[in-house]
């Protein structure tokens, strides 16, 4: 997103925005559910920070045009990447501020994250920045020319952690749009010989993705599922109508 400004004309807000460290993240960890939002009648988005620009393979213009092609395949309303430098994201008070001032612009009422902690840096970081801002975008001085906008709800992604999610969403419905989603990515994941030995076949990606998100959709007796983390508790009022097999 060359021009911030650019993204935001004639922009209805978001229901759902996710935001994530790198161009495609999201498929791997909050892309069905950000396809079945979508399929509800949700207007959904993506904000990668970062173009991937440190990756082995493609380069940031390739993996930018990449992102948008699977966020057509996820029936996003919305997606842009901010450009912040790869594997080098650092939590800074213009960060903060530019992130406060995109959620102020697109005003979610429910906003993913990485969880926040995990292997790679970044995502710990945007995780961390993510947060940030949704609280500094509710303040009511931090810009004049937006009103605050603070989003309700905060999901984190949990994907890559060893973590019992708080919830887990069925996306068997949604699995094979995202794993689509996800091969958009062809510079990342076609059977290329540029770094082949960092890379796993298309075939090994399919397979191991398969197997997490079987892994969480057992845990809700579905076929593929999505988990997620949040930090309060979670609210029924009707303990007659809960889903989720017991015994
Ligand atoms: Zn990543």
Not at 41 to 64: F, I, K, Q, W
Not at 141 to 148: A, S, V, Y
Not at 164 to 176: G, L, M, N
Request: hydrophobic share 40%; with cysteine.
């Amino acid at each position: 997103m060359r021009d911030p400004n650019e993204a935001f004309e004639n922009l209805r807000p978001l229901d759902l925005l996710a935001i994530a460290a790198h161009p495609d993240d999201v498929e791997q960890t909050c892309g069905g559910t950000l396809i079945r939002s979508a399929e509800q009648g949700y207007r959904t988005g993506v904000l990668d920070l970062t173009a991937g620009d440190m990756g082995s393979r493609g380069n940031p213009e390739l993996r930018v045009e990449e992102s948008k092609a699977a966020g057509d395949q996820m029936l996003l309303a919305w997606r842009a990447n901010l450009r912040w430098p790869d594997a080098r994201l650092e939590n800074t008070t213009p960060a903060r501020m530019t992130l406060a001032g995109v959620i102020r612009r697109l005003k979610p009422r429910t906003v993913i994250l990485p969880y926040w902690t995990g292997r790679h840096p970044d995502h710990y970081r945007a995780s961390e920045i993510g947060y940030e801002a949704c609280f500094l975008a509710g303040l009511k001085k931090l810009e004049e020319d937006t009103p605050p906008h603070r989003p309700f709800k905060i999901l984190y992604s949990s994907l890559y952690a060893n973590v019992t999610p708080s919830f887990v969403v069925d996306i068997s419905r949604q699995f094979e749009r995202r794993m689509a989603a996800l091969f958009c990515y062809s510079s990342q994941y076609g059977d290329s010989a540029e770094a082949s030995e960092l890379f796993p076949a298309q075939r090994e990606v399919e397979e191991r993705i398969a197997a997490v998100a079987r892994f969480y959709g057992n845990l809700i007796g579905v076929k593929y599922g999505e988990p997620f983390v949040v930090k309060e508790g979670i609210e029924t009022d009707d303990v007659v109508s809960m889903a989720v097999r017991s015994i």
